[in-house]
């Protein structure tokens, strides 16, 4: 399984875009990236996933350049119910992968 | 949508007793679902993949005598604790794939938090 790497917190203000970048330097062709958020005491939930280029939902952005070696986040206009920990998995394409959970990123969002 | 449900949302029991947790898809079957644990302040650790109707797959480290996986049906998988100690206090959350998803996206339940006394 592709390992990720991306910084263990943020700090950012309301209104603000934030950006996470996450490194999978060793992903596999069939390998798709995906994004969860999660609250305290919270399960995980599921935000983006994408395989190349970009992917744009409600909630967020996911730019995936071409080598696909890294990932951003893209957050528009952030508040503060966005602040929780955002993790960036890299799975492959069976229903039966299971994920790999890195330590993610703590984002921080100020008044 | 895809909502997962678990049952109890928190537990406490005495050491020494079993304790059984229900992970449910409540608007899609599952043929697979999975169990993970997370410690406070950590990532969450896959201990399990669940399939329906077949023996579970348990991760490095994981013993599956203590930590029995029943995935009975399409909607219910079950996780029951046995013999808990305090070491096992901490925070399940389970997670199924829709049988008919194309993208194979895993979903959370809301996780249940068990502290042993």
């Given at each position: 399984l592709a390992k990720t790497t991306q910084p263990i917190s943020m700090d950012s203000y309301e209104g603000q875009e934030v950006n996470i970048t996450c490194s999978h330097n060793n992903i596999a062709t069939n390998d798709y990236i995906t994004w969860y958020q999660q609250f305290p005491s919270q399960g995980p939930r599921f935000i983006i996933q994408g395989y190349k280029t970009k992917v744009t939902n409600e909630v967020a952005s996911l730019f995936i350049p071409a080598d696909r070696k890294s990932s951003t986040l893209s957050l528009p206009?952030?508040?503060?119910?966005?602040?929780a920990v955002y993790y960036c998995l890299v799975r492959g394409d069976s229903g039966y992968s299971t994920l790999t959970f890195g330590k993610g990123t703590m984002l921080l969002v100020s008044p | 949508g895809a909502v997962v449900s678990q049952h109890p949302s928190w537990v406490i029991c005495k050491s020494g007793t079993s304790v059984k947790i229900e992970c449910r898809s409540l608007d899609f079957q599952a043929t697979t679902m999975f169990w993970y644990r997370q410690f406070p302040k950590q990532s969450l650790m896959l201990m399990a993949t669940s399939n329906e109707g077949s023996k579970a797959t348990y991760e490095q480290g994981v013993e599956k005598d203590k930590f029995l996986i029943n995935h009975?049906?399409?909607t219910l998988s079950t996780l029951t604790v046995t013999?808990?100690?305090?070491?096992?206090s901490s925070f399940y959350i389970c997670s199924a794939i829709r049988s008919?998803?194309?993208?194979n996206e895993q979903f959370f339940g809301p996780g249940t938090r068990l502290t042993v006394l």
């Open positions: 206009r952030v508040s503060l119910s966005d602040t | 009975a049906s399409l013999s808990a100690h305090p070491e096992d008919d998803s194309s993208y």
